[in-house]
């Protein structure tokens, strides 16, 4: 049986930077378990498609992400990406092991 997850690549990528928007493509394809050169495809794809703009700070790139944009699919597109960032970058309530 494959392995197989919710979240596309693209979601993996967009939460990595998310979570630090100055994280290093190397890192996040490490995060992600992808090839670099796939990590900066998505990036650019997500750049393209104005999810998420690039900053150069110094000898490094920085990301803003534009949360208010819908997400593609047609059942999804009334919701915006902000949302899901904000349920999967917020501190679980009732994780295994944690007292309520």
């Known amino acids: 049986m494959a392995d197989w997850t919710f ?11 998310a979570q630090d928007p100055g994280m290093r493509l190397r890192d996040v394809a490490d ?13 650019a794809e997500l750049e ?3 999810y998420l703009d690039r ?20 059942l999804e597109r009334d919701h915006a990406v902000g949302e899901i960032l904000s349920v999967l970058t917020a ?6 092991g944690r007292s309520a």
Request: with cysteine; net charge positive.
């Open 91 to 96: 501190e679980p309530k009732n994780a295994p």
């Open 7 to 17: 979240l596309t690549n693209h979601a993996h990528v967009l939460l990595c930077i």
């Open 48 to 50: 393209q498609a104005g």
């Open 31 to 43: 995060a992600v378990g992808i090839t670099e050169r796939a990590a900066q495809r998505i990036v």
């Open 55 to 74: 900053v150069r700070d110094g000898r490094r790139n920085r990301y803003r992400l534009n949360q208010e944009l819908p997400l593609r699919h047609p």
